[in-house]
């Protein structure tokens, strides 16, 4: 089992720059694959980015390619979003995610809610126009 606590949310400007951090409990962390989604006012929670074991393999949503950048340290037992070029719409409460899951569609299945087991408590992201 592994317990998420999300971090560095916040208020910025369009176009400003922020990074999330995820801190996970437990020793198996390095194990996991971990995601991140994020959930609007009146709209459902969605997929943002996902990140393999090794942090070799990434997947992330269109609207933010070239913009947010996935990544993880597992000496530190700490996932992070590095979001640039914030957009209004990206104003959002962010999750974190783990899951130990894998499977014959593992690369599809990784962009799915259901795929996840362990979730954070969320961080509020808001950007001003």
């Known amino acids: 089992q592994v317990h998420l606590v999300e971090s560095g949310g916040g208020l910025v400007q369009a176009g400003g720059s922020l990074r999330l951090s995820c801190a996970a409990s437990g020793r198996t962390f390095s194990s996991y694959t971990m995601g991140w989604f994020r959930q609007a006012p009146g709209k459902e929670r969605e997929f943002v980015a996902a990140?393999?074991?090794?942090?070799?393999?990434?997947s992330y949503t269109d609207s933010v390619k070239g913009r947010f950048t996935i990544s993880r340290d597992n000496a530190k037992n700490t996932l992070y979003l590095e979001m640039n070029s914030l957009k209004p719409e990206d104003t959002a409460v962010y999750y974190c995610?783990?899951?130990?899951?894998?499977?014959?569609?593992?690369?599809?299945?990784?962009?799915?809610?259901?795929?996840?087991?362990?979730w954070g408590q969320g961080t509020q992201v808001t950007v001003s126009s």
């Open positions: 995610a783990a899951t130990l899951n894998t499977g014959s569609s593992y690369y599809t299945d990784r962009r799915r809610r259901w795929f996840y087991d362990y």
């Open positions: 990140i393999n074991w090794s942090g070799i393999s990434t």
